[in-house]
Nanobody, 115 residues
Framework: QVQLVESGGGLVQPGGSLRLSCTAS????????MTWYRQAPGKERELVAG???????NYADSVKGRFTISRTNVKNTVYLQMNSLKPEDTAVYYC?????????WGKGTLVTVSS
């Protein structure tokens, strides 16, 4: 079955960096786009960044220039490099794949940006 497992979250000071990872299994990873979402307390889940199977990327305006999404197909892993973190980046970050019109989600990893 499809599984998505996020890791790399934690507590970081404003201006700091973190790299999130999402390791996938149960499907042919290289054939599918992958997306990072986040959900802050009391807010709706929002798209952060996506990467197509061909490596094309897109970003939310709020993270452009600070976050970078990438993928390593040999490791079935998608990454989110987050730099210049702000308190408003605090959220649970989720990995997503849409396979045969079905949404799959990981359990999420918490990122807290605070001094």
């Amino acid at each position: 079955q499809v599984q998505l497992v996020e890791s790399g979250g934690g507590l970081v000071q404003p201006g700091g960096s973190l790299r999130l990872s999402c390791t996938a299994s149960g499907f042919t990873f290289r054939n599918y786009a992958m997306t990072w979402y986040r959900q802050a307390p009391g807010k709706e889940r929002e798209l952060v960044a996506g990467i197509s199977s061909a490596g094309r990327t897109n970003y939310a305006d709020s993270v452009k220039g600070r976050f970078t999404i990438s993928r390593t197909n040999v490791k079935n892993t998608v990454y989110l490099q987050m730099n210049s973190l702000k308190p408003e980046d605090t959220a649970v970050y989720y990995c997503n794949a849409v396979i045969n019109v079905v949404d799959y989600w990981g359990k999420g990893t918490l990122v807290t940006v605070s001094s």
